[in-house]
């Protein structure tokens, strides 16, 4: 009996090095930089990724050994400024897509970020009317209330204490995507509290590395399933049911609304979209839609609370713009140059998201950079490192809005290196409400408030913990209201 335990060691061990040795030496990818431990497994780059800092490690790789590495025996990274558009951008007539790596959706393959070809195509033609100027003009009140009932309540709040925990203001202001999406908000900037539902969409940010590291594993993602606590098993069915109650209720509207959703009934009444997609899409338009701007307002806050020079700019800037704040609409806070180039400093600081979303070559390969990379193979861009990196921006660590408007010291900089929206045909469909929600409410903030960092939060950027998507910590910032009409 014991030659038969001996025999399968044996095997066991050289299948290994075999399976080392190929990836090394004979695999198509071999000619590829990168450490030599994360060529032969996928392990270590798991490991980096659920370290809370692989954004920092991805840099330092990219340092090491270049523009294009590989991290895994079938995965390359790149990080490079034109690399957004041979990766998700537009590709050549009859050119194959480079479509996102299914290993990596799963169970959200057939959401819009998730899908690939047609699929996306379609659903993507059907909820870019949602996205319209037209549609963005008739949202605009919607928004605009829940922005003012934002500030109501946070003077409210500072009347009592002065210092407020900022992430779960902007987490709260999930409302307007509540409402855009289902006609019923959640009301959390009424209660000044957490629906229950919202508070899961945020807690399940620290689930998120470990569930994308072990997605590649099937064994251990099993594991985990089995060993995933009962409370947590109910939560995210809970969370499931919610979102088709929610979605049903909405579609048993008769009125039309200028939402998410009218686009989506209009398509399902044509057949066009089928009922798993738009609740499948809802979800992802919520969770898409109000984790990602409370991100840049939460990093907006920390940074103007810690930069002075920077804040008492944009104040000025502001209060010389308009006479009172019934001014500031979705219009006019387009007009704000210097806040723009706040907000596109802050997202290239803090990325709202800083990890890479995986693509996959075409079964039959393709080109980018002029060279064949094989088929299947998966291809990412780390957004964090690529907005770091000091071959794309001069002294890349400060807060610096000036290197937007043309100061000689940042001339060098690869401005199209900040992509925080992503390109190509499957961009943020958001993008243009959210830059229009970012800017009035910053506006309204900066109208209504000065704000200076709490002690307890001083280094809240270090404090943040990269879990796919930001884990962040509580941010407490003093809030001084102005005496502005
Ligand atoms: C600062 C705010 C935001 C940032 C930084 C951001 C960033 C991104 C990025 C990088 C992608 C590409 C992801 C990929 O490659 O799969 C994306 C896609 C997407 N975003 Fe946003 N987003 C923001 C706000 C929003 C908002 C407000 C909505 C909607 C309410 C939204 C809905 C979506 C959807 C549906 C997609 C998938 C598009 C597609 O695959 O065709 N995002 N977003």
């Known amino acids: 009996m014991s030659w038969l335990v ?14 080392a040795l190929y990836n090394v030496f004979f695999h198509p990818l071999r000619k590829y930089p990168g450490p030599k431990l994360w060529s032969i497994s996928r392990i270590p780059y798991s490991l980096c990724y659920m370290s809370g800092k692989a954004h920092k490690r991805i840099l330092e790789l990219h340092e ?9 025996p079938n995965e390359l990274i790149f990080c490079y400024p034109e690399a957004f558009n041979d990766i998700p951008g537009h590709r050549e007539q009859g050119e194959e897509e480079i479509g996102k790596d299914q290993g990596f959706w799963k169970e959200d393959s057939i959401t819009l970020t998730g899908s690939n070809g047609q699929d996306h195509r379609r659903v993507r033609r059907i909820l870019s009317h949602a996205f319209s100027a037209k549609a963005m003009a008739d949202q605009e009140p919607l928004i605009k209330r829940y922005v ?26 999930t409302d307007i995507i509540g409402d855009l999406a289902y006609a019923d908000p959640f009301g959390c900037l009424e209660t000044s509290s957490y629906h229950p539902w919202v508070k899961l969409i945020f807690k399940h940010i620290k689930g998120l590395a470990i569930n994308n590291s072990v997605a590649k594993f099937p064994f251990a993602q099993s594991l985990l399933k089995m060993m995933m606590p009962k409370e947590v098993a109910k939560d995210i069915r809970a969370h499931h ?10 579609l048993a509207l008769k009125e039309p609304r200028p939402d998410f959703m009218q686009s989506m009934i209009t398509a399902q009444e044509n057949n066009l979209i089928s009922h798993e997609e738009i609740v499948a899409n809802s979800h992802l338009l919520i969770v898409g839609g109000s984790e990602t701007t409370a991100t840049v307002f939460s ?16 104040y000025q800037e502001i209060k010389t713009r308009f006479a009172n704040q019934d001014e500031i609409d979705l219009l006019s806070v387009q007009k704000l140059d210097y806040m723009m180039a706040v907000l596109k400093e802050v997202m290239r600081i803090y990325p709202a998201v800083p990890s890479a979303i995986p693509h996959i070559t075409p079964p039959r ?14 291809l990412g861009i780390w957004p964090w490192p690529m907005f770091h990196h000091p071959k794309h921006f001069a002294e890349p660590e400060p807060f610096a809005p000036e290197r937007w408007l043309g100061d000689h010291k940042f001339e060098e900089d690869k401005r199209i290196a900040l992509q925080p929206f992503s390109v190509g045909a499957r961009d943020c469909i958001g993008k243009n409400l959210a830059y229009a929600e970012m800017r009035l409410i910053l506006a309204k903030m900066v109208w209504n408030f000065d704000m200076k960092l709490d002690s307890r939060s001083e280094n809240w950027l270090e404090k943040n913990v990269l879990s796919f998507l930001w884990d962040k910590p509580p941010l407490y910032i003093r809030l001084t209201p102005r005496n502005m009409s």
Not at 65 to 72: H, L, Q
């Open 6 to 19: 001996e025999s399968s060691k044996t095997s066991i061990v050289c299948y290994f090095l075999g399976y």
């Open 64 to 72: 090491e050994y270049g523009d294009i590495v590989r991290i895994a």
């Open 148 to 173: 003012e009932l934002l500030i109501e309540k946070l003077k409210i709040a500072v009347a009592e204490d002065k210092s407020q925990e900022m992430t779960s203001w902007y987490n709260w202001t």
């Open 241 to 250: 049911e919610f979102n088709q109650a929610k979605v049903a209720k909405r």
């Open 299 to 314: 990093g907006a806050t920390y940074l103007l609370a810690s930069h002075k020079a920077v804040r008492e700019k944009l």
């Open 365 to 378: 390969g393709t080109m980018i950079r002029e060279e064949f990379v094989p088929g299947n193979t998966v």
